[in-house]
């Protein structure tokens, strides 16, 4: 075994009396990749994991002056030719022996030169040298298999990679440090518990196991069972974390939608015409209010008249818009606050309620600085949610609408879905809310078996089925096939 040992003179001591430092690989052999993308960049770094990198350190890296390549210390070194012994590059080498590692094998980090040729010369010699190239994940891959995390946070790693906004980075590294495998994992140990008390009693049929109390078991049960819905509940706010609140600006032809859009982006996104009918396909921008991402999406305008035929392309823009409607968090309503009529309120207000029945709504009542008639905004009362003027063309309510958005949006985040509980833990892969649903569902026939008064060993059955699902979900109970569809879907050298 090499691993572990400081690679020449220079002993640090580092490795003395490390048993674990045996632990052995996952698949036994040493990997090698470019972990930064190609292309000109400052520096180019190469990573490989493995029992053989000490041996690969011997046969290509020089430390530049005197001493070797110990453990956890950076070194100057030249990569060299394994066959040749030609120098190859000048780098920076970092090796670091198991098992205090990411993959918890030894592993070897080279930061070369950055640039396509430099690190795949560095990658061609560390080949040479006895490693292969890794495949997709595979250094994510060995840190699970070698049980350095659990599923969740090796997805969480590609969550942080694929961020994209601040607060899905948050809720990245927060599943990184192991909060949804912590939640999932007391879910499953009282679990646990209930089955082992549940299958002692048709294990051992004499009478020294006493039959379980059949209302306790339902109720605990029912309480695993709720605590799954609640983290299943959670993954609305979690999307909103990961990808943004998604607010859909909706309102009749002209009403000042497009010009309203631009002034929340603070830039002109969206054509603005004196016509009616200016906008006809939807156009989505991300905006950042104070680290929370709004997605905010400029519609077509909804006709007056229902009974007007539409043109082709008007009957698909308006088609457009229901969609971004049914999939909205909020929904901005602009009203035309110069035309004291209010064009198509009603009609919209109930086609907005037709196509939606949980996502907040907003209404702006635009082109204040036009002066607007006060029974307007009498209208507005007595309808739910907040009513706010503003103008496009001076600016006023802009930033009260701003701030008023980006506390909707943060507290979507707060709460588990449904307002109804504080959720520090959010759920954010598909994967993972299937198998909550999935566990939710076995749960809730075991409790149905339990009020039916059905044998133990098939209540039992339910209870395992939703272990089963609990434990997909960290990994303890996992198909090949299923890791391999996950490792799949990251970047190599990850
Ligand atoms: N005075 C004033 N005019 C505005 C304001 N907002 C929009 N307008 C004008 O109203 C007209 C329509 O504006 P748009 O933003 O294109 O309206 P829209 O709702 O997107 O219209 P469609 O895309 O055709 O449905 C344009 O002439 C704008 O200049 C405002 O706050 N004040
Ligand atoms: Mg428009």
């Not at 520090?424 to 892969?429: A, G, M």
Request: aromatic share 4%; charged share 25%; proline share 3%.
């Amino acid at each position: 075994m090499t691993s572990g040992k400081t690679i020449g003179a220079s002993a640090t001591g580092e490795q003395a009396g490390m048993p674990e430092d045996n632990v052995a690989s996952a698949t036994g052999d040493t990997i090698v990749a470019v972990a930064t993308p190609p292309g000109e960049g400052a520096i180019g770094v190469v990573r490989v994991s493995g029992p053989d990198v000490a041996t690969i350190i011997g046969r290509i890296i020089r430390v530049v002056g005197k001493g070797r390549l110990a453990s956890r210390r950076v070194a100057l070194a030249w990569v060299i030719d394994p066959e040749t012994g030609e120098k190859i590059d000048q780098a920076m080498a970092v090796y670091m022996a198991g098992p205090r590692t990411y993959t918890r094998e030894p592993t070897l980090e080279i930061m070369c030169h950055g640039g396509c040729a430099a690190t795949e010369a560095v990658l061609t010699a560390v080949i040479g040298a006895g490693a292969r190239l890794a495949n997709r994940g595979e250094f994510t891959l060995r840190a699970f298999l070698n049980g350095r995390i659990d599923l969740t946070q090796a997805e969480a790693v590609l969550d942080a990679v694929r961020a994209p906004t601040r607060a899905g980075v948050e809720v990245a590294v927060d599943h990184l440090a192991g909060s949804l495998a912590r939640a999932i994992g007391l879910i499953r140990e009282n679990l646990i518990a209930v089955d082992a008390e549940l299958e002692a009693t048709f294990d051992f049929t004499d009478d020294d196991v006493p039959a379980i109390d059949r209302t306790v078991l339902r109720a605990r049960v029912d309480a695993l069972r709720e605590q799954i819905d609640a983290l299943a509940r959670s993954a609305r706010a979690g999307r909103i974390r990961r990808h943004g609140w998604r607010i859909a600006i909706v309102g009749a032809p002209n009403a000042g939608k497009s010009s309203l859009f631009n002034a929340l982006l603070d830039r002109s996104r969206a054509i603005v015409t004196d016509e009616p009918g200016t906008t006809r396909d939807t156009l989505e921008e991300t905006l950042d209010l104070d680290g929370m991402a709004v997605v905010l999406t400029d519609t077509a305008g909804w006709p007056l008249d229902n009974r007007r035929e539409l043109a082709v392309v008007e009957r698909i823009g308006v088609d457009r818009s229901y969609e971004v409607v049914k999939e909205a968090d909020a929904v901005i309503h602009v009203i035309d606050g110069s035309r004291c009529s209010g064009d198509g309120f009603d009609t919209h207000r109930a086609l907005i309620s037709a196509l939606t029945s949980d996502a907040t709504q907003v209404i702006a009542i635009t082109k204040a600085d036009l002066g607007a008639d006060q029974s307007l905004y009498a209208r507005m009362t007595t309808y739910q949610g907040s009513a706010l003027a503003v103008s496009a063309v001076t600016g006023q309510g802009i930033d009260t609408l701003r701030r008023t958005l980006g506390d909707l949006a943060r507290s979507a985040t707060r709460t588990g879905g449904d307002g109804s509980q504080s959720a520090s833990v959010v759920v954010t892969n598909p994967r993972h809310v299937a198998l909550l649903a999935r566990a939710s569902g076995s749960l809730e026939r075991a409790v149905e078996g339990i009020t039916a008064g059905l044998p133990d060993d098939v209540v039992a059955t339910d209870l395992r089925d939703g272990l089963r699902g609990l434990g997909e979900i960290t990994g303890q109970t996992i198909t090949e096939e299923v890791l391999s569809r996950i490792f799949s879907t990251f970047c190599i050298g990850k």
